[in-house]
């Protein structure tokens, strides 16, 4: 079977890595899919699910906050500073979050506070757009 190898990183840890079938994340154009022997590419990532379809037909789901990727033929590299795992998502947090944003977003004082909080408004909605999507996946 083909596979290629997968690695998510984030800023803190190693979040994946792992042979797999097929990769498919939110690429800054669109929704990228990645299948073994791809084009080289590099290039920037949105926030967003990035889905997994491992060696044995299971999936996993990896939440980003943007990022890098770098695709070789055999290589598929993911790198974002934050990075957590699906099932490591808590819809709670996110949400908090996301009103901490608002709330940010209604009090900016500057075009760089109100950059900031649009930015972390944007990361937050894709944070909980994919907690939603792993679980409907459950």
Known sequence: ????HVDVVSAEESIFSGEARFVALPGEA???GIYPRHTPLITRIRPGSV????????????FVAGGV??????????????AIR???LDEEKANEARRAAEEALKNAKSDIDLAKAQSELAVMAAQIAALRKYRQKK
């Open 1 to 4: 079977m083909n596979t290629i």
């Open 30 to 32: 669109g929704e990228l």
């Open 51 to 62: 889905r997994i379809e491992k060696a044995d037909g299971t999936e996993e789901f990896v």
């Open 69 to 82: 990727l770098e695709v070789q033929p055999n290589t598929v590299t993911v790198l974002s500073d934050t």
């Open 86 to 88: 699906g099932k490591d």
